[in-house]
């Protein structure tokens, strides 16, 4: 790599990346997509360099004492970078979302006036110790026509520093500016700290990881931040719930796969079904191995309940685990929900009109459902064709982020000499 | 008022803005109109309240020595009431931004989804001492379905005193609850900087006012904010730029509305034409009283011009002042542009095509123009009904707000039993 990189500044790296960022911005797609086949060719090509450098990673991660989930998230092996190759290529087929004309009128003066997507210009990204996001976010920002400054985990520091190298590699191959995907890895918790309040330097900071980390950026940066992640989801069974489509949805919601943000936490019940419907609902439960942690009336109705704590109403648990009450009616769920949500997704079991249209109306989350799985809030499900993250914000975007939440627009104004009267 | 009001404390009026925005979320369009026509009268009703306080804030404010300017802002008369109810009236005229189907589909599995404009919940407003701004932001928020909490400046509490208490009134009138507009302006500078702390209670901050104010509530708070405001707008005269177009544009830009965000601050010539432009376009505005800062090649090509400093290229005068520099070429134009710009709008005047698309797709401004005032960036001017103010951020929203940047979306998922596979 160039020796600039090596000796450049944290304020040079930045300044680097808004020139790159100009330059992105009016590249073509065609030269963006080239940009992304060099950088997926070049992932497979560099195994070699990149899995020992995961493993140096690995065993310093094993000496620390990281958990077997924390070191199965930074593992990289041959099929997963195969995977990533795959996820690069797919970024390269989907839409450019910049210059698309997003809305435009001809003004009564005769002015034409037209909003067009533009890249933001520099990203920002602080992350944990997953060496496939470097990856995904690189060629998401590429396609998007922004420049990306990386701020990965530092227990995958030595997999990150190969796979930027092979990044701007792959971007001087195709004659891109390879400060276009920078990392600040060497300047440490400093250079977190810095990426958080470098307001003219970077346009949008994206943090991905836990609440803990998400919420340190949400503290901590005067940049804008879009906030991504947890997910306290509910799963609300109306008193005109099917038996069948109950099982099913609460199972698939927990169960297919319980460590992401779209999984259920909390199941709400209507008294007057909770003991028809908790008893099938919570043995199919049981049988792929959760652990119910219900309220009193839960309890009361089904054994073997661990007593649920107030905590439990607002934990993500991430795992096998659900929290289960029974409410007095829809009020009371849509209280609950109000109260512990976190936003994310929140679905209603139901065959009764009034009420589906009254939760879909009155629950304040990013994706509200009726008689589906909460699994299905989901940038692929969506049809979106990439995984940006699933915003829990209420500004610029909310719910599963797609390639053009990732731009901002500009008004192009044309006039023939106009002036205000 | 109701009592509860004046002992609330912050919290509990935060929590009563949350529960009036549940409530403002889901009621009519109708209903919402006619609590902006009862604010309406309610503003001329009670005329002989506000402006008794608002004698009184101008009182203090000549005994602490305001400047004639602020005290311009701050006064009301009758006038200036009624061109604030019919401001109200305007806004009840214009589309409910909220409801509206952003986009939609029905997935390959049957699933149908629908992205739907929903309120924020509460927006908060920071401001100087313009008591019009009380009833626009209300006036704006209400119409979008959001509740609005209001830390006015202290110089105008009196006046916002009176003037919040008629908003709440209007809103008991016609049956919403009145925490639908609160103050926060009796819990003094501690009320502001706990606004700007208030995650979970405000789901965006809006500053209007100074560029001071504006940082200090975007490196402030940990609640999003839309940054709105500072113009160093530039105009560049093209080497083929009309001198008529030229003349007009410039003074048009820098002398209809000076004090304003969208005027003109700064022009930069091409070396070749600066000789026969800038003597008309400088004659002109010296018309109209303009004093011209100018770099050292306007010096020489016009008399009695003040040197330029540093200091001025990035200085947003607000004033009958111009910064004038002679630049080499369109790139030189754009460099200076992209180094002392706040990225608001800026202008060419060209009669060349490839020149003026370039500006177009190279300058990175909320608004870029070509042959056209820089005075039309603006919400009024590009048929948006309302002036919510101008975002100079890209997160959200870019370039002139109207009632759909003050909401979010949310995603409605229907479904008949749908897991994920």
Not at 3 to 28: I, N, P, Y
Not at 173 to 201: H, K, N, S, W, Y
Not at 216 to 239: C, F, N, Q, R
Not at 341 to 365: G, K, M, Q
């Amino acid at each position: 790599m160039p020796e600039t990189a090596v000796a450049a500044t944290f304020t040079q790296k930045l300044e680097a990346s808004r020139a790159a960022a100009r330059v992105l911005a009016t590249v073509t797609t065609e030269q963006k997509n080239r940009a992304l086949h060099a950088i997926g060719a070049a992932i497979l090509r560099n195994a070699d360099r990149i899995l020992p450098a995961n493993e140096l990673d690995l065993a310093n991660a094993r000496e620390n004492g990281m958990s077997d989930g924390m070191q199965d998230r930074l593992r990289l092996d041959y099929r997963r970078l195969e995977a990533l190759e795959a996820a690069v290529v797919q970024v390269a087929s989907l839409d450019d979302p910049t210059g698309v004309v997003v809305s435009g009128t001809t003004l009564a003066n005769g002015l034409r006036i037209s909003q067009v997507r533009v890249p933001f210009g520099v990203v920002g990204a602080i992350y944990e110790a997953r060496p496939n996001v470097t990856i995904d976010i690189a060629a998401l920002a590429l396609k998007s026509g922004n420049a990306v400054v990386l701020r990965g985990g530092s227990a995958a520091e030595n997999t990150n520093r190969v796979l930027v190298d092979l990044l701007q590699g792959a971007l001087i191959e195709v004659g891109l500016p390879f400060e276009a995907v920078q990392t600040i890895d060497e300047f440490g918790r400093d250079g977190a700290r810095d990426l958080m309040q470098a307001r003219g330097f970077i346009d949008v900071l994206i943090p991905r990881g836990s609440a803990e980390l998400i919420n340190t950026v949400v503290s901590g940066s005067t940049v804008p931040v879009i906030e991504t992640g947890a997910g306290v989801v509910h799963i609300y069974l109306d008193e005109s719930a099917d038996e069948k489509t109950a099982v099913d949805i609460v199972h698939n919601s927990k169960v297919q796969r319980p460590s992401v943000c779209n999984a259920l936490e909390t199941l709400l019940v209507h008294q007057s079904v909770a003991a028809t419907l908790l008893p099938p609902v919570i043995r199919k439960l049981r049988e792929s191995g959760v652990t119910i942690h219900g309220d009193a009336r839960t309890q009361a109705l089904v054994p073997d309940v661990v007593p649920a704590t107030e905590e439990d109403w607002s934990t993500e648990y991430m795992s096998l685990d659900l929290a289960v009450r029974v409410v007095d009616d829809l009020d009371d769920a849509i209280e609950h929900i109000h109260r512990y949500s976190t936003h994310h997704t929140e679905s209603i079991i139901t065959n009764d009109l009034a009420r589906a249209e009254r939760f879909l109306a009155e629950v304040d989350s990013a994706v509200v459902m009726v008689n589906a799985s909460t699994r299905f809030t989901d940038g692929g499900e969506f049809g979106f064709g990439a995984e940006v993250g699933i915003s829990t914000q209420k500004l610029h975007a909310r719910g599963p982020m797609g390639l053009p939440e990732l731009t901002s627009t500009k008004w192009v104004v044309r006039g023939a000499g106009h002036v205000r009267g």
